[in-house]
C-alpha cells in the first residue's frame, strides 16, 4: 500500500504535530521567541537523544527558525535587521578562533526557486586569495578569516554528488568549517519565503527542488556543517494534502496518508509549488543572508 | 460563496469536459488526427459562434493542439520532425505574402517555467534590419520576410501593460502580423511540456505565470496575432481540485467548486506548480519552437 | 585617405583638447568644482551655440560629468555618497512636477559591458501601474510620479530601431521625460567605470558597444531626454592612438589621424577594450546609478 | 627596464615567429593540412624537447590547430562539419578503453568572452550518475563512459585556485582523463572565434580573460589532461605591439618590446580586445564545442 508523506525540511514542522495534540517528546527540547520591535519569532529546536531524532525525523542537533513575516515584502534596506539578526546566530553556531570557511550555494542557479544558495554566494565578500597572498590584514581582507565559496551545481548537470564534490574540495583546501545554503521546501505555504533555519547538523537528504541522496554534515566531511536554508517551495502533493485533511477532520494522519497514496498523481511528486513573483523573492532573500553572514565573519 | 474555478489556457481542454458527458456543443467544431510515425496527436478546435465561445470560454477562431509525449525527453535533433509539424501549421495561419512579421516573447525571463518566449526569441533569425539596409535578397536574409521580436518583460518590470507596448510598437514598425510566444497554464498535469497550442486568436488574459489584464488579438492590436503557447506550469488550486473531484464523485462540477472555494488556500492562486527539471524543459521546447518559427519564414 | 577618428562620448573629453592648447571654445562654457570629502571632481559643460557643438562634436546642452575615482573599488554601501550626487544633478535636469517618467535601459544584456543600462533597470523601483490602480498614495509608490521602464534589446537582436520602439511606447503611455541608461566609451582608460555623465541631450550616436543610428532625445521623441552614462569601454583603436601619439608629439592630430588610418587593422573597429573583472564592475555600478535614481523620485 | 612581452595561449602562433625568418627549431615539428571541401586549416604542432619548449613558450607536447574561417558566421546546422573534425581530433588524444571522464568548463560565466567553458558544459551530455545508478546499458548512457562535468569558478568568485578544486575533485570521483574547456587570448585579432586548440597539455597559467597560476595537466593532477581553447580575446597591449611594429619595421622584436614597455599604459594589461558581437559568437562557439565532445564519446 502506498502511503503519502508530507516532507518538509523545516524542524519547527515537524514539531508542530505534536504541540498540537499537546505532547511532549522525549529527547527534544522546544524554546520560543519573539521580538516585537523587529517582528521576528524565533523558534529553537534542539534534538538531543535518537529517539528525539526518530520522533522529528530530523538528525540529532539544534534547529534555530527566524519567522519574519515584513521578509515577504520589498525594503530600501533590504531588511538589515534580519540580517544582523541571522548574524548573530550564525556567530554562535561557528567554531571560535575560525580561521578558514568555505560556503557553498547549493541548488540549480537555472530554476528560479532553486537558485537561492548560488545567488547569495554571488554577494560575499570571498577573501581567502587575499588572505594567502597578502596576509590576513592585508588589503580586502580586514582580520576578516580566509572566506572561500563554491557553486557545486545539481547531480543532473554534473553527473557527481554535491557531497563527492565537497569532500575532494575540504581535503585539498582544508576549510575549519564549511556554510551550506540552500532553498529548503516547507509544509505550509505561509512559511515560504519569511522563515530562515540554522543549523548546525548541516543539510539532510531532503524535500526541496534539488535532491541530494548523501547528507552534508561533520560526520561526511569531517568538519563542523552549518546549514542556512529558506523554505521556498512546497512539495506539489503537500497542497493536497491540506486541503483534505481539513476536509476529513475524523481520520488520523495515518488514515490521511494511506487516503492520499491512492489519490494523488505521482507525477506530483517530481513538481514544486512556488509564488509567482518568486524571482523578485529570491533577489530579496539573497541579499539579506548573504549580508547576514558577511557581517559574522567581519565582527 | 467562493467557488474555486479550474482554469486552462488550452481551449482542447475546456472542450474535454463536454466530450466526457457526450455533449455535442454548437457553434463548435473538433477534429482530431493521429500521426502514428511521429507520434503527435493534433485536435483541431473551430469555435464559431459567440455560444460556441461562451461555452468553451475562449474567444472565436481556430485551435490547433498538438501533444507529442516524446517532446517531454530529450533528443539529439531537438525534435525537428515536431519544429517541421509546428512550421507546417503555423504557414496556414500566416498571412499570404507576408511582408513583415513581429515576433514577441512574452513573460518573465527570471522564472524559469515563465521564460519560454523570452528563449524562443533568443534563437530566432532576425532579418528586418538586415532587409531594410540590404533589401530582401541581401546577405542573411535571402527571401524572408522582415522579421523583427521584442521581450517586452511583464508589468512588475515595466509598470506598463503588455499590450500598451505592443500598440505603440506596432504603430511605429508596422508589421503585417504579430506571432506572440508564452508559456501557458494546463489544467492536466499530464499535459505539461509536450503539448504545443498554435491559435488565430492570440493571447487571452489568462491562468499562466504572468497576468495579462487585456488581450493581445486583431482587435486590440488592428493586425492578426497568432498565438504560439506550451502548459509549462499547472495552477496550484488544480491539483487539489483534481485530487478532490475523484474523491468526491457523487458530486458535480458546480458542487465541486463550492466546496473547494471553502477549503483552498487563497494564498495558492498566487502560485503555480511546475517539474523540477523545469530548466532543461524550457531550454528544449524553446529551440524546437524556435526552430519551427525560423522554418515557417524561410520557404 | 583613411583618417583614423579617436571618439568618445564624454563631452569632457572632447573639450581637454582644447584646453591642453589653452584656447577657449566661443559657444562654450566649462566650469569644475572638486568635493573634497566625497572626493568627487564635477565637470559642468555647456554647450550653447551651433559653434560651439561643432568644436566639441556634441550637440547644444548641458553636460554634468562626475568623476569619483573610489566608484572603481568596492564600497560596503555601494557608495551611497555617489548617489546622493547623482540623485541631486538628476532632480536639476528633470521637470517641474513630474509625473510619469519612462527609464530606458539600453544595451545589450549578453555583453557584459554594454549591460549597465538593462542591469540599472532590474534594481529600479517601478511604480507606474501601483498608480494607476491604487492612486498615487497607495502602497509602493507613496507620492512618487509613475515610473516605467522598458529593456528594449538591441537591433542585432530585435531587427528594429531603439528610436522606434521607444516613440511607439512614448505615444501610447505618454511620459512627461525620458531618463536613458547607457554604457559609453572613453576615450581615456582612466576614466572607465568611475565617470558618471548626466546630459540633458539624450544619447546620441556613439562609439560604445550599442550602435544607435538615430539620437534618442527631445526632437525625436517629443520629451526631454535625460542621458545617464557610465564609460566601460575603450575603442580598440584608441589605445592605439594613445600609445604611438606619445611617439610621435612632433606630428599634429591630423597627421597623427591621418598615420593612424594606414596602421591600424580595420577590424579593429568592431572590437572594445574594457577590463577583465568587468562583471564584478557593472554589479556594483549599477547599483549606485539605480540608486541614485531611485532617490532622485522619493523626493 | 620593462619590456612588454606579446603573449598567446596559441602554440601556432609562437611558431610564426620563426617560420618568418625561416628558421627550424630544434625539437619542434610543425606538419600544415588544408582540407578544401570543409576550408579548416589544420596545423600540428609536437613540442619534443626541453629546447623547443623554451623556444616555443609552451610544455612538450601534441598541439593542434583547426583554423575555420566559417566559424566566424551564422549556420543553420551550427557548423556540423566543425563538430565532427573536432570529435576526430579529440578521440586520438583521448586514452584507450574510457572508462569516465570529466569535463571541466573554465572561466567566468559572467563576463561573456570568458563564458565559452561554462557554455560549452551546460550542452553536454552528462551520464555518470546515470551509468552508476542503471550501469553503462541504462537509459540516458548508451553505451558511453561516465561523463562528469563541473564548472569551477574564477579565483575572485571562490577564493580558491581551480587546481585545488580539481585537485579534490579527481580524488574523490576518480577519472580516467579530464578535458578542459577555456577561453584563450590569441596575438592575432584574425584567429578570434574561428580557431580551436587542442593539445595533450592542458591548460598553462596564460593570457586570457582568467588568470591560472597553477597549471592544469598530467603533472599536477595525476592523469592526462586534454586542453580545448579558442581564442575570444586579444590582449589591449598587443594591438598596440601590432599597430607599431608595422610602423617600425627597421627594428627588431626586442627592440620593439623595450620601446613598447615605455610608451604602453601599464593599466592596459588588466584589459582584453574582444568584439561587440561577442556574445552571439560564444554561443554558436559552444554549440560546436559540445556537439564535437558529445559525438567524440558516444562512438
Known amino acids: ?7 518538509t ?54 534547529y534555530i527558525t527566524m519567522e519574519a513575516p515584513s521578509l515577504a515584502v520589498s525594503d530600501e534596506d533590504y531588511h538589515k535587521e534580519i540580517s ?8 554562535k553556531l561557528l567554531p571560535k578562533d575560525l580561521e578558514s570557511v568555505l560556503v557553498v550555494g547549493l541548488g540549480n542557479q537555472d530554476v ?11 554577494n560575499l565578500h570571498i577573501t581567502r586569495h587575499l588572505v594567502r597572498e597578502y596576509g590576513s590584514g592585508g588589503p580586502g581582507a580586514e582580520n576578516a578569516p580566509m572566506i572561500s ?3 557545486p551545481g545539481v547531480m543532473a548537470q554534473t553527473g557527481m554528488e554535491t557531497l563527492e564534490i565537497l569532500q575532494g574540495v575540504v581535503e585539498k583546501t582544508e576549510p575549519d568549517v ?33 535532491n541530494y541522496r548523501s547528507g552534508l554534515n561533520q560526520e561526511t566531511l569531517g568538519i563542523p556543517v552549518i546549514g542556512i ?40 511528486t517530481s513538481m ?10 529570491i533577489k530579496r532573500l539573497s541579499f539579506t543572508v548573504s549580508e547576514g553572514i558577511n557581517m559574522a565573519f567581519v565582527e
Open 1 to 7: 500500500m502506498n502511503k503519502y508523506k508530507v516532507r
Open 9 to 62: 525540511d523545516l524542524a519547527m514542522e515537524n514539531g508542530e504535530k505534536y504541540e498540537k495534540d499537546n505532547v511532549e517528546i522525549q529527547g527534544v527540547r522546544i524554546k520560543r521567541h519573539y521580538n516585537k520591535v523587529k517582528d521576528i519569532h524565533t523558534t529553537l529546536v534542539k534534538i538531543e537523544t535518537e529517539h528525539g531524532a526518530r520522533m522529528m525525523d530530523k538528525p540529532i542537533g539544534t
Open 84 to 91: 544582523v539578526e541571522l548574524s548573530r546566530h550564525l556567530k
Open 112 to 122: 528560479t526557486p532553486d537558485a537561492l544558495g548560488p545567488a547569495v554566494i554571488g
Open 149 to 151: 565559496s563554491l557553486v
Open 178 to 210: 564549511i556554510v551550506v545554503i540552500d532553498a529548503l521546501a516547507a509544509r505550509n505555504t505561509r512559511r515560504l519565503n519569511c522563515t530562515i533555519q540554522l543549523t548546525d547538523t548541516g543539510i539532510s537528504p531532503g524535500s526541496g527542488v534539488g
Open 229 to 268: 536554508g529558506i523554505p521556498t517551495v512546497v512539495d506539489a502533493g503537500t497542497i493536497v494534502h491540506d486541503a483534505v485533511s481539513n476536509l476529513l477532520e475524523a481520520l488520523d494522519e495515518s488514515e490521511i496518508e494511506e487516503f492520499l497514496g491512492e489519490i494523488i498523481n505521482p507525477s506530483l
Open 272 to 281: 514544486f509549488v512556488t509564488p509567482k513573483d518568486i524571482d523578485e523573492t
